[in-house]
């Protein structure tokens, strides 16, 4: 057996499906709702900033509309389980535990059906806009963020400003988790192979890129194709956790936070949108005090102090375009 | 015998500016031609044409009788025909070692999948190119570097650099704009003999364009000289040297 077998994976995608299977059931009760909740939100806002780190860290190209992606992930998700796999899941009358089977399976059809059709509106968007230069892509994605918030407030199959209900809530932190996982080590195994260092040389220098043979439109579309997926899967795991949706969820705020999480980690680096995005989940949550006691959202007021003290004092985010090593846990390169 | 890389009536117009017209240029395997002009002549201008970073306005271009006037830069890089910048251009933040790694982009086979799972297709891949980007940085001494990112090297070394990273993809023609800009009397020295290397080692056909009179007049088997973005002579250095015309362009610039 090879060290880097196919085996191999499957081992290591056993052990973490086991890790994961157990801290879903342990962590409701080691820890309150409104923790849980919390947990999930990191989890959910991870996938964001790593997911928007690839086009906007690593291939340098400044997206503005993530939130957008999410959004058409949630509702497409949402509205995939709700007229189609929840009606056909409660006329099955197998025993609970063939159900809760089913309802699983159903949910990562929602899930990829939610992220596929995301990575559709990434590949629609991005076709046309990444093939001109510059801050284009900015404006495009903004304007595209906000079209389809509008559209969906004017839909009433997806409940229109009132909101979407009756999602059935069927994400739990195994699959928000499973998520992560698979967000960063793909992001991981992208950086070390050829396809993402040309995504960073395209960052670098696009004629030099260009020079040696890279076709940067080919690779700046996949990339937004791929980051855009993760977004709508991200959509599609908060769908069906809250069992709500509203469109006021994913105004341009909501892209904003996406990318306060990766310039916040530091252009680039996974780990650093990884921290970042647990801080910018948890910090406003721990000012949550200030506001009780003040009766002002004080929040508001510091969280962006603390985004610019760290801004002028660490431009270059937390990690630069560094990575936490993990080589302590790598074998040895033999020589 | 047939040329290899052809050029006919080729001209680039910026608005009303021409900055090249009518070039006329047949290359054949394993040349080395220089490509000499005062400032402005419209040399770079050529380089650009050939590697598709601009549209010409008129004029045709033949790779091994292969037309490329419609064909994407990396298009053109994948044909064959490599090239090195005036201006440096590196990917500064990258390790000299990735940048030549990238060098290597165009001969990389595995997939998007194989990437995800780790393949022994991956490793063995990458495990390759890492073998060989450092034997190309053996050929400027430059292995010991490796990690270093490539902003952190000297000028020369960077100017070395772009050349491995342009011999990584394995060219059938190198372009070189400059490569000398820089450099002192000895590095100058030591990149003719490299240049003369690497030709017979890769089996190149080389074009350079050089302000340095001694490295053309040194190492190329053939001249053509740009002013104006007319190709006013061209011959063997011995005929250039001699050629009126040429000086004239050369004084009356200065
Ligand atoms: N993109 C462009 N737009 C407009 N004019 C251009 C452009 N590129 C080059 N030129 C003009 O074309 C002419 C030739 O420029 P080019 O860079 O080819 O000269 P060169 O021979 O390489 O000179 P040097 O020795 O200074 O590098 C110059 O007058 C330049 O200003
Ligand atoms: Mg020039």
Same mark, same amino acid.
């Given at each position: 057996?090879?060290?880097?077998?196919?085996?191999?994976?499957?081992?290591?995608?056993?052990?973490?499906?086991?890790?994961?299977?157990?801290?879903?059931?342990?962590?409701?009760?080691?820890?309150?709702?409104?923790?849980?909740?919390?947990?999930?939100?990191?989890?959910?806002?991870?996938?964001?900033?790593?997911?928007?780190?690839? =086009?906007?860290? #690593?291939?340098? $190209? /400044?997206?503005?509309?993530? *939130?957008?992606?999410?959004?058409? %992930? @949630?509702? +497409?998700?949402?509205?995939?389980?709700?007229?189609?796999?929840?009606?056909?899941?409660?006329?099955?009358?197998?025993?609970?535990? =063939?159900?809760? #089977?089913?309802? $699983? /399976?159903?949910?990562?059809? *929602?899930?990829?059906?939610?992220? %596929? @059709?995301? +990575?559709?509106?990434?590949?629609?968007?991005?076709?046309?806009?990444?093939?001109?230069?510059?801050?284009?892509?900015?404006?495009?994605?903004?304007?595209?963020?906000?079209?389809?918030?509008?559209?969906?407030?004017?839909?009433?199959?997806? %409940?229109?400003?009132?909101?979407?209900?009756?999602?059935?809530?069927?994400?739990?932190?195994?699959?928000?988790?499973?998520?992560?996982?698979?967000?960063?080590?793909?992001?991981?195994?992208?950086?070390?192979?050829?396809?993402?260092?040309?995504?960073?040389?395209?960052?670098?220098?696009?004629?030099?890129?260009?020079?040696?043979?890279?076709?940067?439109?080919?690779?700046?579309?996949?990339?937004?194709?791929?980051?855009?997926?993760?977004?709508?899967?991200?959509?599609?795991?908060?769908?069906?956790?809250?069992?709500?949706?509203?469109?006021?969820?994913?105004?341009?705020?909501?892209?904003?936070?996406?990318?306060?999480?990766?310039?916040?980690?530091?252009?680039?680096?996974?780990?650093?949108?990884?921290?970042?995005?647990?801080?910018?989940?948890?910090?406003?949550?721990?000012?949550?005090?200030?506001?009780?006691?003040?009766?002002?959202?004080?929040?508001?007021?510091?969280?962006?102090?603390?985004?610019?003290?760290?801004?002028?004092?660490?431009?270059?985010?937390?990690?630069?375009?560094?990575?936490?090593?993990?080589?302590?846990?790598?074998?040895?390169?033999?020589? | 015998?047939?040329?290899?890389?052809?050029?006919?009536?080729?001209?680039?117009?910026?608005?009303?500016?021409?900055?090249?017209?009518?070039?006329?240029?047949?290359?054949?395997?394993?040349?080395?031609?220089?490509?000499?002009?005062?400032?402005?002549?419209?040399?770079?201008?050529?380089?650009?044409?050939?590697?598709?970073?601009?549209?010409?306005?008129?004029?045709?271009?033949?790779?091994?009788?292969?037309?490329?006037?419609?064909?994407?830069?990396?298009?053109?890089?994948?044909?064959?025909?490599?090239?090195?910048?005036?201006?440096?251009?590196?990917?500064?933040?990258?390790?000299?070692?990735?940048?030549?790694?990238?060098?290597?982009?165009?001969?990389?086979?595995?997939?998007?999948?194989?990437?995800?799972?780790?393949?022994?297709?991956?490793?063995?891949?990458?495990?390759?190119?890492?073998?060989?980007?450092?034997?190309?940085?053996?050929?400027?001494?430059?292995?010991?570097?490796?990690?270093?990112?490539?902003?952190?090297?000297?000028?020369?070394?960077?100017?070395?650099?772009?050349?491995?990273?342009?011999?990584?993809?394995?060219?059938?023609?190198?372009?070189?704009?400059?490569?000398?800009?820089?450099?002192?009397?000895?590095?100058?020295?030591?990149?003719?003999?490299?240049?003369?290397?690497?030709?017979?080692?890769?089996?190149?056909?080389?074009?350079?364009?050089?302000?340095?009179?001694?490295?053309?007049?040194?190492?190329?088997?053939?001249?053509?000289?740009?002013?104006?973005?007319?190709?006013?002579?061209?011959?063997?250095?011995?005929?250039?040297?001699?050629?009126?015309?040429?000086?004239?362009?050369?004084?009356?610039?200065?």
């Amino acid at each position: 057996m090879t060290p880097h077998s196919i085996f191999r994976q499957i081992i290591l995608f056993i052990a973490i499906c086991l890790i994961l299977f157990i801290f879903n059931i342990v962590t409701p009760y080691v820890l309150n709702a409104y923790l849980c909740m919390i947990v999930i939100y990191c989890g959910i806002n991870i996938i964001l900033g790593t997911s928007l780190n690839i =086009i906007n860290g #690593l291939t340098g $190209q /400044f997206s503005m509309g993530h *939130a957008g992606f999410m959004a058409v %992930g @949630a509702y +497409a998700s949402a509205a995939c389980s709700y007229y189609y796999l929840s009606p056909l899941l409660n006329s099955l009358s197998t025993s609970s535990f =063939i159900t809760l #089977l089913v309802q $699983q /399976f159903f949910l990562v059809i *929602a899930l990829i059906v939610g992220g %596929g @059709a995301a +990575a559709l509106f990434g590949y629609l968007v991005g076709l046309p806009s990444l093939k001109l230069r510059g801050d284009y892509l900015g404006i495009v994605t903004l304007g595209f963020g906000e079209i389809i918030r509008v559209t969906i407030l004017n839909m009433d199959s997806l %409940g229109g400003a009132r909101g979407f209900t009756g999602i059935p809530a069927w994400s739990n932190f195994f699959w928000i988790y499973f998520f992560v996982v698979a967000v960063v080590m793909t992001s991981f195994r992208l950086m070390r192979s050829y396809h993402g260092r040309a995504l960073l040389s395209i960052r670098e220098d696009e004629i030099a890129a260009e020079s040696i043979g890279i076709n940067i439109t080919g690779h700046k579309v996949r990339a937004f194709v791929f980051s855009s997926f993760f977004a709508g899967i991200a959509g599609g795991l908060f769908a069906h956790f809250i069992g709500y949706l509203n469109p006021s969820s994913f105004t341009f705020i909501k892209s904003f936070e996406a990318i306060i999480i990766v310039v916040l980690g530091g252009m680039g680096s996974i780990s650093g949108s990884i921290i970042a995005a647990i801080i910018t989940t948890i910090l406003p949550e721990a000012l949550r005090p200030l506001q009780e006691i003040t009766k002002l959202d004080f929040r508001m007021v510091i969280y962006p102090l603390l985004l610019l003290t760290l801004m002028l004092t660490r431009p270059q985010g937390l990690f630069g375009n560094k990575e936490i090593s993990f080589s302590f846990l790598k074998r040895k390169k033999s020589k | 015998m047939s040329a290899l890389l052809k050029t006919q009536n080729l001209t680039m117009r910026f608005r009303g500016l021409v900055a090249v017209s009518n070039f006329n240029l047949a290359l054949s395997k394993n040349e080395l031609v220089g490509l000499i002009g005062p400032n402005g002549a419209g040399k770079t201008t050529v380089f650009n044409m050939l590697t598709g970073v601009y549209c010409p306005s008129n004029g045709d271009i033949e790779l091994d009788g292969e037309s490329l006037n419609e064909l994407k830069p990396h298009d053109i890089t994948a044909r064959g025909i490599a090239r090195t910048f005036q201006n440096i251009r590196l990917f500064k933040d990258l390790s000299v070692l990735d940048n030549v790694k990238l060098g290597h982009h165009i001969h990389m086979t595995y997939g998007l999948w194989a990437t995800t799972v780790q393949s022994a297709h991956f490793y063995e891949e990458e495990e390759k190119i890492e073998q060989d980007s450092l034997k190309l940085l053996q050929i400027f001494n430059l292995e010991k570097m490796a990690h270093f990112q490539a902003k952190n090297l000297p000028y020369g070394a960077q100017r070395h650099l772009e050349i491995l990273r342009a011999l990584a993809t394995k060219p059938k023609i190198l372009l070189l704009d400059e490569p000398a800009a820089g450099l002192n009397h000895t590095e100058t020295e030591s990149l003719m003999e490299t240049i003369q290397h690497i030709r017979e080692k890769f089996d190149l056909t080389i074009l350079l364009i050089e302000h340095d009179m001694k490295l053309v007049m040194g190492i190329c088997e053939r001249i053509l000289v740009l002013d104006h973005g007319e190709t006013i002579a061209q011959g063997t250095p011995k005929e250039i040297q001699q050629n009126p015309v040429v000086i004239k362009a050369y004084l009356g610039e200065s």
